[in-house]
C-alpha cells in the first residue's frame, strides 16, 4: 500500500500549480475552467471536441458528464459522484479535492485506499 500511495503522491506532483486534471490542456485543466457541469445535449459535442484537442480531455469529460441521457431539466447527466451546487465547474470539481490532498498526500490518499469516510473541505460546510 505504501508504494502506492508514494506513486500517487509522485504523480500528484506532477500536476502544476493552479492546475486540476493531469494530462488535459497542456499539463492540466485550469481550476477556473469554465467548463460548466450544466450543459445541454445539443452543446455536448462542441464541448467534447474542443476538449479532446488536449491529451485527456475527453476522457476527464467523459468521466464527468454524459450526453446518452438528461435530467428533468434537460441537461446532459453529470456523473452521481459530483454534487452540483451553485457555480460549480468541471476545474473546481477537481481542483479543490486535489489540493486538499495536496496538503496531506499520504493520510488522505492512504484513507481512500484503505476505507471510506466523508470530509469536508476545510471551510466549507457540509
Known sequence: MADLVAELTKR?????????????LG??????????????PADYRGLLDRVSRSSGGEH???ATITD?????GGYCLVNPLVAVRGRQ???SFWYYPMMEVRADPERLLTEALTGWRRWRLRGVAA
Open 89 to 91: 465547474t468541471i476545474g
Open 68 to 72: 446518452r441521457a438528461t435530467d428533468a
Open 60 to 62: 476527464w469529460l467523459k
Open 27 to 40: 499539463s492540466g485543466a485550469p481550476a477556473r475552467a469554465h467548463l460548466t457541469v450544466r450543459i445541454r
Open 12 to 24: 500528484l506532483k506532477d500536476i502544476g500549480a493552479g492546475q486540476a486534471i493531469p494530462h488535459t
